[in-house]
């Protein structure tokens, strides 16, 4: 299965730093999602890179896509403590596949 | 507010209850989908809905009964659940089509405790 696999489980870091999370699958991929949840509640849809591109930006979020080695990675620049919240990668297409999670912690 | 909705959000039931979970979805998408959440596990897909037909089943057991009477309504129907379907159940939807990729809304979901 295309199951996404995000490294670290948990990351506790101060505001101001930048913090990276990184994914990996198994299959070929059309595009790849990241996805971040706040606790219990919904999934909230950051950013899709598509499998011909290589980086992506969005605001504080620079994603990272390497399909030769199966992963992808999500920065986030200057964190503040609203980005605490788990973050999540999905691959697929009508049936997306999670990963785990990690877990990021921004502590003021 | 991602224009997806789900009620109840919490539920505690006992393992001999029938309940329904429902969600709505006021984007105009035509396709939605149930997932579950538990702890220290990936978000499992359990259903799928395309165009109001049922496209996956992810071997989820006959206890679960969803319906999709409409391309902006989903129902998932409960009865005689476990302790261990205790979770958190999430509803999305997105938008198919040809030039579209799939990205999900996901309403707040309905925390369920089963006794």
């Known amino acids: 299965s295309q199951q996404g696999e995000e490294d670290p489980q948990a990351l506790s870091i101060q505001e101001g730093e930048n913090a990276t999370m990184n994914c990996s699958y198994k299959?070929?991929?059309?595009?790849l999602q990241w996805y971040r949840q706040n606790s219990g509640r919904g999934l909230v849809h950051l950013i899709l890179i598509r499998s011909n591109e290589r980086e992506k930006h969005s605001g504080r979020l620079r994603v990272t896509l390497d399909t030769s080695k199966k992963s992808s990675s999500l920065l986030i620049t200057a964190s503040r403590a609203a980005d605490t919240a788990s973050y999540f990668c999905a691959t697929g297409f009508q049936k997306l596949v999670f990963g785990t999670g990690t877990r990021l912690l921004v502590s003021p | 507010e991602t224009g997806v909705t789900q009620t109840p959000r919490h539920l505690v039931m006992g393992m001999t209850n029938k309940k329904s979970l429902k969600c709505e979805q006021h984007l105009g998408h035509n396709a939605m989908y149930w997932y579950k959440q538990s702890a220290k596990k990936p978000l499992e897909l359990m259903f799928v809905?395309?165009?109001?037909?049922?496209?996956e089943n992810n071997s989820v057991p006959s206890r679960f009964s969803p319906e999709c009477p409409n391309s902006s309504h989903l129902f998932l129907h409960l009865h005689t659940l476990q302790p261990e379907d205790s979770a958190l159940y999430l509803c999305a939807s997105s938008q198919e089509g040809l030039s579209s990729y799939n990205e999900q809304f996901f309403g707040p979901g309905t925390r369920l405790t089963v006794l």
């Open positions: 299959t070929s991929i059309n595009n």
């Open positions: 809905y395309s165009l109001e037909e049922r496209v």
